[in-house]
């Protein structure tokens, strides 16, 4: 519509002007003509104006092009940036994680850490994928320790570079455990989401916040490592054991890095002779 309107008006200006040089040699033609200029002299104004205009639309559109083009590219290096931050606190969170691992291992002789890879999705499943192996010595049957140096699982297969880990709560776990105040022995078996602790006569005091280790007894864990403490007891004088729950010490949901005790070889005994 306006590009219509603008062709009617130079249209217009155009006749005027033939019109002024036409009547030029007329004695009357300065009345004319200044009667045609003041008529035309609005129209090319406003002509000039509507070119403005369209120019400033057309370096503005151009302006906010690049404009835009900056801000996308403003956009990809923030977001490079916040991932390189991100990427370095991780880095930095494990390696603090790391560290705390082997500090709190103390004394227990040959070690690795090594990341979470992968966690089974298996409902009743608690299985780790670690990203450690045989090339590290990891081999099945050696204690893996969480945060504290606290016990929350054991390598069950590995290969080269990878090892798998059963976690104490997984439903086919089931480690021998002594409880600290009164060195009683118990089975420690998980269901798929929390700690039991069997095989305990329901005579022996048993208190909540009472702290379960593991046990020597048949070679299979070194003694001594902590696993959690007991939540709730329930003793019942018509059965023979008491049902006692067991609190880990440790969130399984949110094992990051992990120790594996390299240098146990499990179903040792005292002299060393691996037992048959």
């Given at each position: 519509?306006?590009?219509?309107?603008?062709?009617?008006?130079?249209?217009?200006?155009?006749?005027?002007?033939?019109?002024?040089?036409?009547?030029?040699?007329?004695?009357?033609?300065?009345?004319?003509?200044?009667?045609?200029?003041?008529?035309?002299?609005?129209v090319a104004s406003a002509l000039r104006a509507t070119t403005r205009s369209i120019s400033d639309v057309v370096l503005n559109a151009g302006q906010l092009g690049e404009l835009s083009r900056e801000n996308a590219s403003l956009r990809q290096e923030l977001a490079?940036?916040?991932?390189?931050?991100?990427?370095?606190?991780?880095?930095?969170?494990?390696?603090?994680?790391?560290?705390?691992?082997?500090?709190?291992?103390?004394?227990?002789?040959?070690?690795?850490?090594?990341?979470?890879?992968?966690?089974?999705?298996?409902?009743?499943?608690?299985?780790?994928?670690?990203?450690?192996?045989?090339?590290?010595?990891?081999?099945?049957?050696?204690?893996?320790?969480?945060?504290g140096a606290t016990l929350v699982g054991i390598v069950t297969a590995s290969d080269e570079h990878r090892a798998r880990v059963r976690l104490l709560h997984d439903s086919d776990s089931a480690v021998t455990g002594v409880l600290q105040p009164s060195r009683t022995?118990?089975?420690?078996?998980?269901?798929?989401?929390?700690?039991?602790?069997?095989?305990?006569?329901?005579?022996?005091?048993?208190?909540?916040?009472?702290?379960?280790?593991?046990?020597?007894?048949?070679?299979?864990?070194?003694?001594?490592?902590?696993?959690?403490?007991?939540?709730?007891?329930?003793?019942?004088?018509?059965?023979?054991?008491?049902?006692?729950?067991?609190?880990?010490?440790?969130?399984?949901?949110?094992?990051?890095?992990?120790?594996?005790?390299?240098?146990?070889?499990?179903?040792?005994?005292?002299?060393?002779?691996?037992?048959?």
């Amino acid at each position: 519509m306006t590009g219509a309107r603008n062709l009617v008006w130079l249209s217009g200006a155009f006749v005027a002007a033939l019109l002024l040089l036409a009547l030029s040699p007329i004695p009357l033609a300065g009345d004319v003509e200044s009667r045609a200029a003041a008529v035309v002299a609005p129209v090319a104004s406003a002509l000039r104006a509507t070119t403005r205009s369209i120019s400033d639309v057309v370096l503005n559109a151009g302006q906010l092009g690049e404009l835009s083009r900056e801000n996308a590219s403003l956009r990809q290096e923030l977001a490079r940036a916040q991932a390189e931050l991100a990427a370095a606190r991780e880095q930095h969170t494990g390696s603090e994680e790391a560290g705390a691992l082997q500090q709190a291992a103390g004394q227990l002789g040959a070690r690795v850490t090594a990341p979470v890879l992968l966690r089974d999705p298996a409902p009743g499943r608690q299985m780790l994928l670690i990203g450690r192996g045989t090339a590290d010595g990891v081999r099945p049957g050696q204690p893996v320790l969480g945060p504290g140096a606290t016990l929350v699982g054991i390598v069950t297969a590995s290969d080269e570079h990878r090892a798998r880990v059963r976690l104490l709560h997984d439903s086919d776990s089931a480690v021998t455990g002594v409880l600290q105040p009164s060195r009683t022995q118990g089975s420690l078996a998980g269901d798929g989401s929390g700690l039991r602790f069997d095989l305990v006569a329901a005579t022996v005091p048993v208190a909540s916040g009472d702290l379960v280790l593991t046990s020597a007894l048949g070679g299979l864990l070194p003694p001594g490592l902590l696993i959690g403490r007991v939540a709730d007891v329930e003793a019942r004088s018509e059965e023979m054991f008491a049902r006692i729950r067991v609190e880990p010490l440790v969130d399984y949901d949110r094992l990051e890095q992990l120790l594996v005790l390299t240098d146990f070889r499990p179903g040792l005994t005292l002299t060393g002779e691996a037992t048959r």
